[in-house]
């Protein structure tokens, strides 16, 4: 089952459940020689690596919280070091359940500054590598909802507005380092997040399938990877249409129980 073309060392935060596990699996089955997975649940996390060990991949895991910034530096430094690091998947991220002050500090602090804490160590190590060939790649995780925002979940969707805005800028930014990036704005796929919903979910997806959309997008160097299609239409029209239009669409959306 295992491809012998194993040349990429690949670091996966939040890969203990949804898209970061199915992303670690599918390298792990193709192109992965080395994987550096983080999460939160150790018990999932290992299960994880062993699955990906048994495709044929090394594979090394740390609990880490992607919010503690110095952790974050020290752990991504430390995988650099031990292997160059290809690509870099800031995956982790919550849901909010609850509004309050302290669900939506803590959705901001995970799904914004988790990220930044994961690829601004990464964009400096890039730059310190010197490489003729272009095989330095940060992704982003995203989501539809980042292309508008819901009152359903308004701090979710604000923060995964902000990642995609910032990775979409970072793309032209840093092209000429010879660093590509790329984001991805999946539709409901089956993870932690969307276990919690109680909400229609059109479109649903298995993470396997969304993880081989992902991984193809990035090989072929996607700005944007949004999926499924019929969503993305959907989503980006919202976006664009008259702000007294589409207050009274998104309106009608039903809340998360």
């Given at each position: 089952m295992a491809t012998?073309?194993?040349t990429?060392?690949?670091?996966?935060?939040?890969a203990s459940s949804g898209i970061g596990e199915a992303l670690a699996l599918q390298y792990a089955k193709t192109s992965a020689q080395k994987l550096y997975l983080s999460g939160r649940n150790q018990e999932r996390l290992q299960d994880v690596q062993r699955r990906c060990i048994?495709?044929?991949?090394?594979?090394?895991?740390?609990?880490?919280?992607?919010?503690n910034k110095k952790d974050m530096s020290e752990w991504i430094t430390e995988c650099e070091n031990k292997s160059p690091l290809n690509i870099v998947i800031?995956?982790?991220?919550?849901?909010?359940?609850?509004?309050d002050d302290e669900s939506i500090y803590k959705t901001f602090d995970t799904n914004l500054?988790?990220?930044?804490?994961?690829?601004?160590?990464?964009?400096?190590?890039?730059?310190?590598r010197q490489e003729s060939n272009n095989n330095k790649k940060i992704v982003i995780i995203s989501s539809m909802a980042g292309y508008h925002g819901l009152y359903t979940c308004p701090s979710y969707s604000a923060s995964k507005a902000a990642v995609k805005a910032y990775g979409e800028a970072l793309r032209i930014?840093?092209?000429?380092?010879?660093i590509d990036v790329n984001v991805v704005c999946p539709g409901f796929v089956r993870s932690h997040i969307t276990d919690q919903n109680t909400c229609p979910m059109p479109f649903f997806m298995e993470a396997p399938d969304a993880a081989k959309i992902i991984v193809q997008?990035?090989?072929?160097?996607?700005?944007i990877i949004a999926f499924p299609a019929p969503m993305r239409f959907i989503v980006w029209f919202g976006s664009i249409l008259p702000n007294w239009l589409s207050d009274f669409i998104y309106s009608k959306l039903p809340y998360k129980a």
């Amino acid at each position: 089952m295992a491809t012998s073309k194993r040349t990429q060392n690949i670091l996966i935060t939040g890969a203990s459940s949804g898209i970061g596990e199915a992303l670690a699996l599918q390298y792990a089955k193709t192109s992965a020689q080395k994987l550096y997975l983080s999460g939160r649940n150790q018990e999932r996390l290992q299960d994880v690596q062993r699955r990906c060990i048994d495709l044929g991949a090394e594979c090394e895991i740390k609990i880490i919280d992607v919010t503690n910034k110095k952790d974050m530096s020290e752990w991504i430094t430390e995988c650099e070091n031990k292997s160059p690091l290809n690509i870099v998947i800031a995956n982790a991220g919550i849901g909010t359940i609850n509004e309050d002050d302290e669900s939506i500090y803590k959705t901001f602090d995970t799904n914004l500054y988790g990220v930044l804490h994961t690829i601004l160590p990464t964009i400096s190590l890039f730059k310190k590598r010197q490489e003729s060939n272009n095989n330095k790649k940060i992704v982003i995780i995203s989501s539809m909802a980042g292309y508008h925002g819901l009152y359903t979940c308004p701090s979710y969707s604000a923060s995964k507005a902000a990642v995609k805005a910032y990775g979409e800028a970072l793309r032209i930014r840093l092209k000429p380092e010879g660093i590509d990036v790329n984001v991805v704005c999946p539709g409901f796929v089956r993870s932690h997040i969307t276990d919690q919903n109680t909400c229609p979910m059109p479109f649903f997806m298995e993470a396997p399938d969304a993880a081989k959309i992902i991984v193809q997008g990035i090989e072929q160097n996607k700005g944007i990877i949004a999926f499924p299609a019929p969503m993305r239409f959907i989503v980006w029209f919202g976006s664009i249409l008259p702000n007294w239009l589409s207050d009274f669409i998104y309106s009608k959306l039903p809340y998360k129980a």
